[in-house]
């Protein structure tokens, strides 16, 4: 088990920056891919961006294609995702989230949430329009 702890969140204009960073320790991070989902009030928690064992492979959410940007550092064990650009439609609570086991390819990356093993509490990012 992987233990996750999301920091970064916060209130920002929109076409602002925010850069989301997720701690992670208790199992080898570097065996794992890595996620970012996110949940707005009364809507399903969303897919928003994947990076694989490697780190040489990302998949994102069309909505944030061309705006964010997941990283990881296994040096620092932590999770990174730099939002550019942001949107009212961004406002939500972000969730980094682990992959440590049946991971497959070190290249692969993962969107659905059942996917995943471990959950951070999540960071609430609020986009004033």
């Known amino acids: 088990q992987v233990q996750l702890v999301e920091s970064g969140g916060g209130l920002v204009q929109a076409g602002g920056s925010l850069r989301l960073s997720c701690a992670a320790s208790?199992?080898?991070?570097?065996?794992?891919?890595m996620g970012w989902f996110r949940q707005a009030p009364g809507k399903e928690r969303e897919f928003v961006a994947s990076?694989?064992?490697?780190?040489?492979?990302?998949t994102y959410a069309p909505p944030v294609d061309d705006r964010f940007t997941i990283s990881r550092d296994d040096v620092k064990n932590t999770l990174n995702l730099q939002m550019n650009s942001l949107k009212a439609e961004d406002t939500a609570v972000y969730y980094c989230?682990?992959?440590?086991?049946?991971?497959?390819?070190?290249?692969?990356?993962?969107?659905?949430?059942?996917?995943?093993?471990?959950w951070g509490r999540g960071t609430q990012v609020t986009v004033s329009s």
């Open positions: 990076i694989s064992v490697n780190g040489d492979y990302m």
């Open positions: 989230t682990a992959k440590c086991t049946s991971v497959g390819s070190a290249g692969s990356t993962y969107s659905l949430p059942g996917s995943y093993d471990d």
């Open positions: 208790g199992r080898t991070f570097s065996s794992c891919a």
